[in-house]
């Protein structure tokens, strides 16, 4: 059997976990209130258990509705009750004893602090416990529920996740783990737009401001940096389709470029137009042998597009992940401050996107500015799945 003086004075320090071994109910607790209508009623459960740090076997009264109760919280009513029902058993227990010079405010504070009822444990199911809660502990495995309801974009929520990692020694599974990308904040505004013609105006991705362009042009008398930094980009792309770059004219706001294969069988001629800005806004086809090799040429210097710095490289290749299956392709992009401009085509039709983000990584905002028709708008809007 238990030593019943002994197990009452084991000490068990809060956080503390135990197996338990039998389970009683204790005749509840009815106290009557100043002010309310009804007495108010608590519960007790008389529990055995053995506390899994030392071994030891303990038996003790909890409080049932605690256990049970979806946050580990009382309402200011049961507290009371607790309170005003074991000042009356005490002074019960006193009616009969003499007042002595040694005031009474003693022996009720001993009284008090030994009163089973007032002094029920406050358990909670040990299977599951906040992360606060389990500081401190080490558990071999462990199931994380990552859903806090705080959001997961913040500095708080990853000091969260690393304190989960230091309380885990061997297994830790992860529940609702939020994917977080840089859509994770993003919303959808489709009330910005109208019909409107959607014409992209820097058809070759190239940076006009390269420091590339600083070098001299050794094979054509190009003058300026920014055209040599077109020259050299279409040598770029080109030579992977083992297509060269064999004439060269500059015009005013237009370069007349021509090109052969490596086998010098096909040729053509391009006449570039660009704005005060270096920015190529057209081509045209000045002659072709054969005709096809122009288009062969014109999809190659134009199939790239400028994708800027990184969180830009990342925002773009998730925005294709999504508009790939359905057939959408982005012809080009406008970077600026903050946001960007995309320019969308389908066999539906053209829209021109603008994609707002923050400073921490995350796009905010999405909405069309102009769209050929309002058919292209739903299916970018149900390609994104904003």
Same mark, same amino acid.
């Not at 238990?2 to 000490?11: G, S």
């Given at each position: 059997?238990?030593?019943?003086?002994?197990?009452?004075?084991?000490?068990?320090?809060?956080?503390?976990?135990?197996?338990?071994?039998?389970?009683?109910?204790?005749?509840?607790?009815?106290?009557?209130?100043?002010?309310?209508?009804?007495?108010?009623?608590?519960?007790?459960?008389? !529990?055995?258990?053995?506390?899994?740090? #030392?071994?030891? $076997?303990?038996? &003790? +009264?909890?409080?049932?509705? =605690? @256990?049970? %109760?979806?946050?580990?919280?009382?309402?200011?009513?049961?507290?009371?009750?607790?309170?005003?029902?074991?000042?009356?058993?005490?002074?019960?227990?006193?009616?009969?004893? !003499?007042?002595?010079?040694?005031?009474? #405010?003693?022996? $009720?504070?001993? &009284? +008090?602090?030994?009163?089973? =009822? @007032?002094? %029920?444990?406050?358990?909670?199911?040990?299977?599951?416990?906040?992360?606060?809660?389990?500081?401190?502990?080490?558990?071999?495995?462990?199931?994380?529920?990552?859903?806090?309801?705080?959001?997961?974009?913040?500095?708080?929520?990853?000091?969260?996740?690393?304190?989960?990692?230091?309380?885990?020694?061997?297994?830790?599974?992860?529940?609702?783990?939020?994917?977080?990308?840089?859509?994770?904040?993003?919303?959808?505004?489709?009330?910005?737009?109208?019909?409107?013609?959607?014409?992209?105006?820097?058809?070759?991705?190239?940076?006009?401001?390269?420091?590339?362009?600083?070098?001299?042009?050794?094979?054509?008398?190009?003058?300026?940096?920014?055209?040599?930094?077109?020259?050299?980009?279409?040598?770029?792309?080109?030579?992977?389709?083992?297509?060269?770059?064999?004439s060269y004219k500059h015009n005013s706001y237009q370069e007349v470029y021509g090109f052969s294969?490596?086998?010098?069988?096909?040729?053509?001629?391009?006449?570039?137009?660009?704005?005060?800005?270096?920015?190529?806004?057209?081509?045209?086809?000045?002659?072709?042998?054969?005709?096809?090799?122009?288009?062969?040429?014109?999809?190659?210097?134009?199939?790239?597009?400028?994708?800027?710095?990184?969180?830009?490289?990342?925002?773009?290749?998730?925005?294709?992940?999504?508009?790939?299956?359905?057939?959408?392709?982005?012809?080009?992009?406008?970077?600026?401050?903050?946001?960007?401009?995309?320019?969308?085509?389908?066999?539906?039709?053209?829209?021109?996107?603008?994609?707002?983000?923050?400073?921490?990584?995350?796009?905010?905002?999405?909405?069309?500015?102009?769209?050929?028709?309002?058919?292209?708008?739903?299916?970018?809007?149900?390609?994104?799945?904003?």
């Amino acid at each position: 059997e238990v030593d019943e003086q002994k197990l009452e004075q084991t000490y068990i320090s809060n956080n503390s976990f135990a197996e338990v071994i039998e389970v009683n109910p204790n005749t509840p607790l009815i106290q009557p209130l100043k002010g309310r209508e009804q007495p108010i009623q608590i519960n007790f459960l008389r !529990i055995r258990v053995r506390l899994l740090e #030392n071994g030891k $076997e303990v038996e &003790f +009264l909890c409080l049932s509705d =605690y @256990l049970y %109760a979806e946050k580990p919280e009382f309402d200011k009513d049961t507290l009371v009750a607790l309170r005003v029902s074991a000042t009356t058993r005490f002074k019960q227990q006193q009616k009969q004893v !003499i007042e002595s010079e040694e005031s009474d #405010n003693s022996s $009720e504070a001993k &009284f +008090l602090r030994n009163d089973p =009822y @007032l002094n %029920a444990a406050r358990l909670r199911f040990g299977y599951a416990l906040t992360l606060h809660r389990a500081q401190g502990q080490k558990f071999k495995t462990a199931i994380a529920n990552m859903e806090t309801g705080q959001g997961p974009t913040n500095a708080t929520y990853f000091r969260w996740v690393y304190t989960l990692f230091s309380v885990v020694q061997n297994r830790l599974f992860i529940l609702n783990f939020p994917s977080i990308t840089p859509f994770f904040k993003a919303t959808w505004n489709g009330s910005q737009g109208k019909l409107d013609s959607v014409v992209f105006k820097d058809i070759i991705a190239f940076d006009p401001e390269s420091e590339a362009g600083d070098a001299n042009i050794s094979a054509f008398p190009i003058h300026e940096k920014p055209l040599k930094n077109l020259y050299l980009h279409l040598v770029e792309i080109l030579i992977v389709h083992r297509i060269q770059v064999i004439s060269y004219k500059h015009n005013s706001y237009q370069e007349v470029y021509g090109f052969s294969s490596e086998d010098d069988t096909e040729m053509c001629s391009l006449r570039l137009h660009y704005n005060g800005k270096f920015q190529v806004t057209r081509i045209e086809i000045v002659k072709s042998e054969p005709m096809e090799f122009a288009t062969v040429v014109v999809d190659a210097i134009t199939s790239k597009l400028r994708l800027g710095n990184e969180f830009q490289q990342t925002v773009h290749d998730l925005i294709k992940a999504k508009l790939d299956p359905h057939k959408i392709v982005i012809q080009g992009i406008e970077h600026h401050d903050y946001h960007e401009i995309y320019y969308l085509k389908s066999d539906m039709g053209a829209l021109k996107m603008q994609v707002f983000y923050d400073g921490d990584g995350f796009v905010t905002q999405v909405f069309p500015i102009g769209y050929t028709n309002v058919q292209v708008v739903e299916l970018v809007h149900l390609a994104l799945e904003l």
